[in-house]
């Protein structure tokens, strides 16, 4: 086999929820954040009415899922984001108010860092031990600052589909890999000026639903990432369920945590070859 899972599955299939609310908005756009309703509105969907219906389905299937939350969506919206705790799924880091990481400097990005641990403890309790970047935008920097501040993994870069290390001076940082093509974004994000830009349901469970095959035989990691806000709409979820039922009919399917994979990484220290060394 190309990776060995626990108990000899064929593969692994993690559920991601990446809950922004207004958190991305707001960076990018302060001005406008300040005074457009509709575009916050919109992404306060996400912890009003999609994390119950993302709740209500991993328990109707006892699936386990990790939850990459903003320091800036723990601070505004407490209640959501303590029913995820509730529930007892992982809680992962995803910046404090969704900073995309290019667009800071090392001084900035500590900063960041350390105000986003402050928040997890200070409202949850929790110090988080994954990670995963804004925007999936990582700097040459950041696998050593987030070794330094003891985390064990991080979920933003595409340089494979099973595990991987990148190499820190702190030592080696477990790497969960994603890819745009298991992201609901690209699919169902609207955007001003694009035409035929939302993809319907049907499309993307299918696209979904093949790379999920494709990832069985190749005894891949298959990491779906989603948004509360993009995908906790209605007829989404039900496409979402149809995943979750078919790949529910194959067998030896790991369903894991981020974290869950992350410490298979680190136990077996498995596909060595492709360690990214970070000076």
Same mark, same amino acid.
């Given at each position: 086999?190309?990776?060995?899972?626990?108990?000899?599955?064929?593969?692994?299939?993690?559920?991601?929820?990446?809950?922004?609310?207004?958190?991305?908005?707001?960076?990018?756009?302060?001005?406008?954040?300040?005074?457009?309703?509709?575009?916050?509105?919109?992404?306060?969907? #996400?912890?009003?009415?999609?994390?119950? !219906?993302?709740?209500?389905?991993?328990?109707?299937?006892? @699936?386990?899922?990790?939850?990459?939350?903003? #320091? *800036?969506?723990?601070? /505004?919206?407490?209640?959501?984001?303590?029913?995820?705790?509730?529930? %007892?799924?992982?809680?992962?880091? /995803?910046?404090?108010?969704?900073?995309?990481?290019?667009? =800071?400097?090392?001084?900035?990005? !500590?900063?960041?860092?350390?105000?986003?641990?402050?928040?997890?403890?200070?409202?949850? %309790?929790?110090?988080?031990?994954?990670?995963?970047?804004?925007?999936?935008?990582?700097?040459?920097?950041?696998?050593?600052? =987030?070794?330094? /501040?003891?985390?064990?993994?991080?979920?933003? @870069?595409?340089?494979?589909?099973?595990?991987?290390? $990148?190499?820190?001076?702190?030592?080696?940082?477990?790497?969960?890999?994603?890819?745009?093509? @298991?992201?609901?974004?690209?699919?169902?994000?609207?955007? *001003? #000026?694009?035409?035929?830009?939302?993809?319907?349901?049907?499309?993307?469970?299918?696209?979904?639903?093949?790379?999920?095959?494709?990832?069985?035989?190749?005894?891949?990691?298959? $990491?779906?990432?989603? /948004?509360?806000?993009?995908? #906790?709409?209605?007829?989404?979820?039900?496409?979402?369920?149809?995943?979750?039922?078919?790949?529910?009919?194959?067998?030896?399917?790991?369903?894991?945590?981020?974290?869950?994979?992350?410490?298979?990484?680190?136990?077996?220290?498995?596909?060595?070859?492709?360690?990214?060394?970070?000076?």
């Amino acid at each position: 086999m190309r990776y060995r899972w626990p108990n000899n599955a064929q593969c692994a299939v993690v559920l991601s929820w990446d809950v922004d609310a207004e958190s991305g908005y707001v960076y990018r756009f302060p001005k406008e954040a300040a005074s457009e309703l509709d575009q916050m509105e919109e992404r306060r969907f #996400g912890v009003r009415t999609g994390v119950s !219906r993302i709740l209500r389905l991993l328990e109707k299937y006892e @699936l386990p899922a990790t939850f990459f939350v903003p #320091g *800036y969506t723990i601070e /505004h919206h407490t209640k959501a984001v303590e029913a995820i705790v509730a529930a %007892g799924y992982e809680m992962a880091c /995803h910046g404090n108010v969704h900073e995309t990481l290019n667009t =800071l400097d090392e001084e900035a990005e !500590r900063r960041v860092l350390k105000e986003q641990l402050d928040i997890y403890q200070k409202y949850l %309790g929790i110090r988080p031990t994954g990670y995963r970047s804004p925007s999936w935008s990582l700097n040459m920097r950041t696998p050593a600052l =987030l070794k330094e /501040h003891g985390f064990l993994y991080d979920s933003s @870069l595409m340089g494979d589909d099973i595990p991987y290390f $990148v190499g820190t001076p702190h030592g080696e940082l477990a790497e969960i890999p994603v890819q745009w093509l @298991l992201d609901d974004a690209p699919f169902y994000r609207h955007v *001003y #000026g694009a035409t035929n830009a939302i993809a319907d349901p049907d499309r993307v469970i299918r696209l979904w639903t093949q790379e999920f095959q494709g990832m069985y035989q190749e005894n891949g990691c298959f $990491v779906l990432t989603m /948004h509360p806000w993009i995908s #906790g709409r209605a007829g989404r979820m039900l496409g979402l369920e149809q995943l979750i039922r078919a790949i529910k009919a194959e067998p030896g399917v790991w369903w894991a945590t981020c974290k869950q994979v992350a410490e298979w990484q680190i136990e077996t220290r498995q596909n060595l070859d492709v360690t990214v060394p970070i000076p």
